[in-house]
Nanobody, 123 residues
Framework: QVQLVESGGGSVQAGGSLRLSCAVS????????MAWFRQAPGKERETVAS???????YYSASVEGRFTISRDAAKSELYLQMNSLKPEDTAMYYC?????????????????WGQGTQVTVSS
């Protein structure tokens, strides 16, 4: 049974940094496609960053240049380094993984999800 567990969320002031981690267990190989999503109250879930099987990162325009997605395959962990945080980054952040042959930006293509970790940025 595949499980994803996020950690590292918290409350910071604008301009601060946080590093989210996602531990993957129950999958015998390196999970091919992984991503971070977020959902703020009253808003739809949006893709923040994704990582392909070749470790090519993609970012939403709103976080490009501020966030960095990476993984440690040996530890089966995914990370999201978030710098220069803004109040509009406040949301529940979710780690997701897909074993599909092609990676996708769409949340619908991800079949494994963590429980989420809250990030709150105050002005």
């Amino acid at each position: 049974q595949v499980q994803l567990v996020e950690s590292g969320g918290g409350s910071v002031q604008a301009g601060g940094s946080l590093r989210l981690s996602c531990a993957v267990s129950g999958y015998t190989a390196v999970m091919p496609c992984m991503a971070w999503f977020r959902q703020a109250p009253g808003k739809e879930r949006e893709t923040v960053a994704s990582l392909t099987r070749a470790d090519t990162p993609y970012y939403s325009a709103s976080v490009e240049g501020r966030f960095t997605i990476s993984r440690d395959a040996a530890k089966s962990e995914l990370y999201l380094q978030m710098n220069s945080l803004k109040p509009e980054d406040t949301a529940m952040y979710y780690c997701a993984a897909s074993s599909a042959p092609l990676c996708s930006w769409s949340s619908q293509r991800y079949n494994y999800w963590g429980q989420g970790t809250q990030v709150t940025v105050s002005s």
